[in-house]
């Protein structure tokens, strides 16, 4: 998206600022990081996305404040820039692009229906008319 994806200068785009920060694959993706399942794969990936995220987030939220511009909230997409939020006392929203019976189903899912939802997980025809849990 940006031409020097390594700095953090802020980009102007009319009404709206973008400060770019690192992912950790600032010079790209390597599908082969010596992880022989999927599974460990993906759990590296995600840690690495997380780790380097929340520290150059971190220091972009930190920059801006000692240049007088606070971040008052902070909109966003992956659930660890909630807890970066958090860590500076700044609000947080997040930005849902997935259909609202997607977050119905993660909020049932975390809300006493997993063991229903994990259940019926390869029912597609399932009318949701299943009894609710016992509190």
Known sequence: MFPAPSKTEEVEDGLVSYIPYSNGYDNGFEADIGTENTKDFI???KLKLKLVGSK???TIIH???ARD???TCLIYM???AADVAHDHGISSAIYWIQLATVF???YHYFHGYDELISSHSQDHGLSGTAA???P
């Open 132 to 134: 609710a849990p016992n």
């Open 78 to 80: 992956m659930s660890w």
């Open 69 to 71: 511009r606070p971040v």
């Open 63 to 65: 920059n801006l404040a």
């Open 43 to 45: 759990s590296e990936l």
């Open 56 to 58: 150059t987030l971190s």
């Open 104 to 106: 119905a189903v993660y």
